[in-house]
């Protein structure tokens, strides 16, 4: 199955696949508007994150907003190329 | 598998819209500001009447200073119902979906709405305090068009198309003068109600 080899391991999961999803199309996006998006836990959420920042597909930014800090999220160039083959991968795998 | 990856590529479909375009405008406040528009357009083709002064037969005879005041009480009042009544009728769709309201994505929508927007109200005014009467219809088309053809790319596409309408009956408008009115009607009447009537089917 050499179609399997373009599918990239690291969006095996849904809450990445959506992650990499909202980050194409939206330049800086937080924490919270993820969460909102994508309806998972923090904590589902932040491991996720914590994968796709250890693999460079997406940057990470830390701001204080008054006292609190504010996360935000945008996809590297990288990252948005290693989805778009995935995508891509995916597409073929449905036209057979 | 293959429905694993169907649903895979439909979630990102989702995430991408949901994500980036404001979702939940309904159509059918598209067809109540449509109906406001045109009895705001009745209204004032009476409005003219009373002031015996019949709109088609000699609109550029000059106005008296009631009739201008009435016309723009009566416009202020159209615009203010018809934007409260669509705000409150697609307010209650995102609730219904289950969506928060206030996003960024609806900070952007609305910017890019109402920028273009104020910036050809105030030259509508400016053109109003100078008495060009008639180019005020053709112009408040046009601005209104090119207001949704911005705005569009934040929410659905036919939003847009809308625009690229109100805008070329604006253009249409200013070449027949005298016909304000008429035109005002057509597009902020009667494309409305007709495109919110789309809409309404298509996006349930």
């Known amino acids: ?96 | 598998m293959i429905q694993d990856v169907k649903d895979d590529l439909q979630h990102i479909r989702k995430m991408m819209e949901q994500s980036s375009r404001f979702i939940s405008l309904s159509g059918l406040s598209g067809v109540v500001a449509g109906i406001i528009a045109l009895a705001g357009a009745f209204a004032a083709w009476y409005i003219f009447k009373q002031h015996h002064i019949d709109y088609f037969d000699n609109y550029r005879c000059g106005s008296t200073p009631g009739l201008v005041s009435q016309l723009v009480l009566l416009a202020i009042l159209v615009l203010v119902a018809a934007i409260g009544l669509g705000v409150l009728i697609t307010v209650n769709k995102t609730k219904k979906q289950g969506l928060k309201v206030w996003t960024s994505t609806t900070k952007k929508l609305l910017i890019a709405l109402f920028v273009p927007l104020v910036l050809g109200g105030l030259f509508c005014l400016a053109a109003l305090y100078h008495g060009h009467f008639e180019i005020i219809a053709p112009l408040m088309l046009l601005v209104y068009g090119l207001a949704l053809i911005n705005a569009g790319k934040y929410t659905f596409s036919d939003i847009q198309n809308l625009g690229y309408c109100e805008a070329l009956l604006g253009i249409i408008a200013m070449f027949w003068p005298g016909y304000g009115l008429v035109f005002w009607a057509a597009g902020f009447g009667v494309l409305h109600i007709i495109y919110g009537l789309l809409m309404y089917k298509k996006y349930r």
């Open chain 1, 1 to 96: 199955m050499s179609l399997l080899q373009h599918l990239n391991k690291d969006f095996e999961s849904r809450v990445r696949l959506g992650i990499m999803s909202v980050l194409v199309v939206n330049t800086w996006v937080d924490f919270l508007e993820m969460k909102e998006h994508l309806q998972v836990t923090d904590g589902n959420l932040a491991s996720h994150i914590n994968a796709l920042e250890q693999k460079k597909y997406i940057e990470v930014k830390k701001e204080f907003v008054g006292k609190k800090t504010k996360t935000s999220y945008k996809a590297t160039k990288a990252g948005k190329v290693t989805f778009e083959k995935h995508i891509n991968a995916l597409e073929k795998l449905l036209r057979g």
